[in-house]
């Protein structure tokens, strides 16, 4: 149960700004943010169970996340998600391209975010694949600027965020990726392997628990000469865990 905010061409010389949340139960092993071992250009933590990761850039100024569409599983055999990142961002495609080339029943439900230094790209096997325009977008387990209480909270949190100030606000981005609000009436919700309470909880842009819950803020910055990717990690309760700034040159 993840969440990705975008802001796409909010100043002439800051083409993209990215805050996400990633969610996942504590006992799934994950690296840290780092540059990949064998790869000239993907910086991004990794899920040590499948090999993948769920957010990434490269040096070229280029970007990828993907979330999980929250839905009864299917039964079979399917590629992990995780691999559709760096698929892109060690690749040469564009993003168009690259999405055309994707087997959509190969994996299961899943939300692709591209972008390309020209084009940002919405794809999905189960919505609409759509080029997104000038603006703030945001994305958690179901449709893009679906109206679940999360995601307009956040997207709505990051549009006065950006309107209220001219530089780049990296800490407060983080203090967006923090909230623990609830919605009131509580959203329920059925999810496999989890209690009503814990379900219930997944409502907030930043989950909190001992078994699931939000495991890293994820804050980058795009501009016309510089990639800036910061991450903070958390540990069972939302204890701090660590952090990670990396900024280098777009080659």
Request: glycine share 12%; charged share 20%.
């Amino acid at each position: 149960m993840c969440l990705v905010l975008l802001a796409l061409g909010s100043r002439p010389d800051l083409p993209l700004i990215v805050a996400a949340n990633r969610d996942e139960f504590h006992a799934r092993p994950s690296a840290a943010l780092h540059r990949w071992p064998g790869s000239t250009c993907l910086v991004a933590g990794r899920d040590l169970e499948a090999g993948g990761t769920w957010l990434g850039v490269d040096a070229r100024g280029r970007f990828a996340t993907v979330t999980n569409i929250s839905e009864t599983p299917a039964g079979g055999a399917f590629r992990s998600r995780g691999e559709l990142v760096p698929g892109f961002l060690e690749g040469e495609r564009d993003a168009r391209t690259y999405a055309g080339t994707i087997d959509g029943d190969a994996y299961r439900a899943f939300n692709l975010l591209l972008w390309d230094g020209n084009v940002l790209l919405y794809h999905s096997n189960r919505f609409p694949a759509r080029e997104l325009g000038a603006g703030v977008h945001a994305v958690a387990n179901g449709s893009l600027n679906e109206a679940r209480f999360k995601v307009q909270r956040s997207r709505a949190g990051l549009e006065a965020l950006l309107a209220g100030n001219k530089g780049f606000p990296e800490a407060r981005l983080f203090d967006l990726l923090a909230d623990c609000c609830l919605p009131e009436p509580p959203e329920e919700r059925v999810v496999a392997g989890l209690s009503a309470a814990e379900a219930a909880a997944l409502a907030a842009p930043f989950i909190v628990g001992e078994r699931y819950g939000t495991r890293a803020s994820t804050v980058v910055r795009v501009d016309a000469q510089t990639v800036t990717v910061a991450e903070r990690r958390f540990a069972p309760g939302g204890a701090a865990a660590g952090s990670d700034r990396m900024v280098f040159g777009r080659g």
